[in-house]
């Protein structure tokens, strides 16, 4: 059997910022983690991953491989070869997940609500789904555990349009969901001698979203309601490590950092203003793009597709004007400015610099198509990294290119921490897409060729 | 005996079944391939006439090859047809470009209660297939559903050596599945066996095919050569997709879209 300290625990904090970690520790709102650090050392911080999207960072953790790999690229994606929207999840990522993996070796493995794991895939052990699983009866591997889950009247996830009802009842939802997730932590991890164990918690990204700016301004209801939220994740963390005592091994970890809203973008209403995508007449949706005469066109958040002829199905742009039509597109982008004249876009990426380093450019969707890959995740030609403040949507028809809603907070990409305890990391720049190795490491489980282990710090690292 | 005339005995057996257990008997109609080999195999189980109505759900937002077809065969066939409209909800002015789980709660769901209740149905005849998605995989021939429509998957009794729980309690009315173990490749197979008509859409055009058929504005084409059934069954050969890989408005994807809209992703 395992010896403790080969045994893996991790906790994940959706969406946490390293810098809001160190403050809410300073102010004694979080004790427990607190302790741990003064133990154990201070958090690092950690990059996440382009586009900084929880399902996109959570899968590259999960994978050890970049998206370019995996083929994950954001809760939304385009059917490969189409101009139609579709919802990739686990169905389609590519490669095993650490779950299988270290199925493969014998691990007993548990995983509750890590973002991109439904469908669970079946695995030595329990495998729960989260964030988009659309019931109990199908968010788990083995199904019966939905039937202990709907008992205890577990939630998926906390629901976001009450957010947009009224924030007093997105705290009450949150508490509950949170409850509910700690119930059923302690319930697995009492239940079996796990060798590697993951618990999630969403709703800390959830009250980043809708109460940033309302802490930032010192809000006198709100902030300290979303300070009592951070209270009770930290005792769900002492929880945690009481049960599993002071030998196991332990990482708690997020997943990007966050910073507060000063406009949510419509990118794709941008394009259409400086004539690179062509609206259909009516718009129904985020592609509704009249192929012919569009360029270009972009999904969430600063995704650009070119409308290539050859590779897309009706595509416009010959493959000769390709890598010109990019930088047209790229200095148009960087020349955006919101009504204050900032600039609004830091810097943009080609799709080989981010995900295909080693110098391809990654499959095309025609070449897609005669292998039989999967139906998503060609990867955007150009990704647009915007400044802190500006939050990247896609917007066809939004009236206004600058909007404000009841989202307060944006993710931001080099802020996620990294807090451990007998686990070790590589030294140096780190980036969630390497815990992979050291996970697999510390269960003395062969690490696959495969992985993307080398940090690849993208030119935009600097905020 | 080769595999489709196995196929076609065990479905005519549940056919035949179904006719004998249940006093108000239907058989939904949705005109794709699947449903439209069920009523195939109703004429074969009944020599030629179909015994019980056919009930077509009609969104109104159906494909127009999609009523020529209906109305053609409904007439060739001498088919007793019942066309389920939710008038109201119509009137309401529900469609899927304000929400598209709420268009098809509407004039797929509740327009099958109201025709239930109108007509007193306690066995539904229905084309679906076991291989079509994942959650179908645990269906069984004879599926109960209850007053709300909810499958308790968790409780269904075992099918063996072809024992059909064929009567539950009260409020409820039953499914029959008698296609549930052909597969999307078996369909086409036997409809080009028997010469089965079907909806011109399923047919390549410019490049695009639909493989599954609904309503106009939630069903894409995918990619595809495949214009005659040949072609079609040797393009499932080597196909890794989806059937319903087109099918904006799977629920799944409904339900995605509605939390994602709320957390500012759409």
Not at chain 1, 54 to 69: D, E, Q
Not at chain 1, 415 to 437: C, K, M, S, W, Y
Not at chain 2, 127 to 146: L, M, N, Q, T, V
Request: hydrophobic share 40%; aromatic share 10%.
């Amino acid at each position: 059997m395992t010896a403790d300290n080969r045994r893996l625990v991790v906790l994940s904090l959706d969406g946490v910022p390293h810098g809001l970690l160190l403050r809410l520790m300073e102010q004694g709102r979080m004790p427990t983690l607190a302790r741990l650090c003064e133990e154990h050392g201070r958090p690092r911080t950690m990059r996440s991953v382009l586009p900084t999207v929880s399902c996109v960072a959570w899968t590259c953790y999960a994978t050890g491989r970049n998206p370019g790999k995996h083929g994950i690229f954001g809760f939304v994606d385009r059917r490969t070869g189409t101009y139609e929207l579709g919802f990739p999840n686990a169905a389609n990522v590519r490669g095993p997940n650490l779950w299988e993996i270290l199925s493969g070796h014998g691990k007993k493995v548990f995983g509750m609500n890590v973002p991109g794991t439904y469908p669970p895939r079946p695995v030595n052990g329990i495998l729960i789904g989260g964030f988009l699983a659309p019931s109990l009866s199908k968010v788990a591997y083995p199904a019966e555990v939905g039937g202990y889950l709907e008992g205890i009247g577990y939630r998926i996830d906390s629901d976001a349009a009450l957010a947009r009802q009224s924030k007093e009842k997105m705290l009450e939802d949150l508490d509950v969901t949170l409850s509910r997730r700690a119930e059923a932590i302690l319930h697995f991890l009492q239940q079996d001698r796990w060798d590697f164990f993951h618990a999630h918690i969403m709703g800390t990204d959830r009250i980043n979203h809708f109460l940033l700016r309302q802490v930032a301004e010192g809000h006198p209801r709100l902030a300290p309601a979303f300070y009592d939220y951070y209270g009770r994740v930290d005792a769900v963390a002492a929880r945690l490590l009481e049960e599993i005592g002071s030998d196991r091994p332990l990482m708690i970890i997020s997943d990007h950092g966050f910073c507060p809203i000063r406009y949510e973008v419509q990118l794709s209403r941008y394009l259409v203003e400086a004539g690179w995508t062509v609206p259909t007449e009516r718009v129904t949706g985020p592609l509704s793009i009249d192929p012919a005469r569009s360029k270009a066109f972009c999904l969430i958040p600063g995704r650009i597709y070119v409308n290539v002829r050859g590779r897309e199905a009706a595509g416009c742009v010959a493959p000769q004007e390709y890598q010109h039509v990019r930088q047209e597109i790229a200095d148009d982008l960087l020349a955006l400015r919101d009504p204050q004249g900032r600039p609004v876009i830091r810097a943009v990426l080609k799709r080989e610099q981010v995900y295909w380093p080693s110098g391809s450019q990654g499959p095309d969707a025609s070449a897609a198509l005669a292998l039989g890959l999967p139906p998503f995740g060609m990867g955007p030609d150009l990704l647009a990294i915007p400044h802190d403040g500006y939050d990247l949507k896609m917007g066809l028809a939004a009236p206004e290119l600058f909007l404000n809603t009841q989202l307060e907070g944006m993710h931001t990409y080099s802020d996620a921490f990294f807090l451990g305890r007998g686990v070790e990391p590589p030294e140096g720049d780190l980036e969630i897409r390497q815990l992979a190795g050291a996970i697999l490491q510390k269960l003395s489980v062969p690490v696959p060729q495969e992985l993307d282990l080398a940090a690849v710090a993208p030119p935009v690292a600097a905020a | 005996m080769d595999k489709l005339d196995e196929l076609e005995n065990q479905s005519i057996y549940l056919i035949r079944e179904a006719y004998y257990h249940f006093r108000k008997l239907a058989a939904m109609w949705s005109i794709g391939k699947d449903s439209t080999t069920l009523l195939w195999l109703c004429r074969k189980a009944f020599f030629g006439r179909v015994p019980f109505p056919v009930l077509h759900i009609d969104t109104s937002f159906k494909f127009e090859q999609i009523y020529r077809f209906r109305d053609e065969y409904a007439r060739k066939w001498k088919l007793k047809l019942l066309v389920a409209r939710n008038e109201q909800a119509l009137a309401r002015g529900v469609n899927s470009e304000n929400n598209k789980l709420q268009c098809c709660t509407e004039l797929k769901t509740n327009a099958l209660k109201q025709a239930i209740a109108r007509h007193g149905f306690d066995g539904l005849l229905l084309g679906i297939r076991r291989d079509e998605h994942g959650i179908r995989a645990k269906e069984r021939y004879f599926s109960p559903r209850d007053g709300q429509f909810k499958w308790n998957y968790q409780d269904q009794p075992p099918e063996l050596w072809d024992q059909y729980k064929s009567r539950t309690a009260g409020d409820t009315h039953i499914r029959i599945h008698p296609l549930l173990h052909w597969t999307e490749k078996d369909v086409w197979r036997y409809v080009k066996r028997e010469d089965i008509p079907f909806v011109e859409l399923y047919r390549a055009r410019d490049g695009r095919r639909y493989r599954s058929i609904g309503c106009q504005t939630c069903c894409s084409p995918v990619p595809s050569q495949a214009a005659t059934v040949d072609d079609i069954i040797a393009e499932l050969e080597t196909s890794t997709a989806g059937e319903r890989e087109g099918r904006a408005q799977d629920k799944e994807d409904a339900y995605t879209m509605q939390k994602l809209r709320a957390l500012g992703y759409m």
